[in-house]
């Protein structure tokens, strides 16, 4: 699949942040449901979701 989907973040205000493996903000979008990552290079990423005060880290690898 082309896109990351969440689930349960409606109504919820936050920012995500895609970061590759260089340390570079890539992506920086409001948060929501779905996130298109057609344009990005396969590769390990981090995902860095805010919101309400509070910042959540994961690891996303991206493949063929």
Request: aromatic share 8%.
């Given at each position: 699949?082309?896109?990351?989907?969440?689930?349960?973040?409606?109504?919820?205000?936050?920012?995500?942040?895609?970061?590759?493996?260089?340390?570079?903000?890539?992506?920086?979008?409001?948060?929501?449901?779905?996130?298109?990552?057609?344009?990005?290079?396969?590769?390990?990423?981090?995902i860095i979701i805010e919101k309400a005060g509070e910042?959540?880290?994961k690891k996303l690898i991206i493949t063929d």
């Open positions: 699949t082309d896109h990351l989907y969440f689930s349960g973040i409606k109504n919820i205000e936050g920012k995500i942040k895609l970061i590759n493996g260089l340390g570079q903000i890539v992506l920086e979008t409001n948060l929501s449901e779905r996130i298109d990552l057609n344009e990005m290079a396969k590769g390990i990423y981090f910042s959540i880290t």
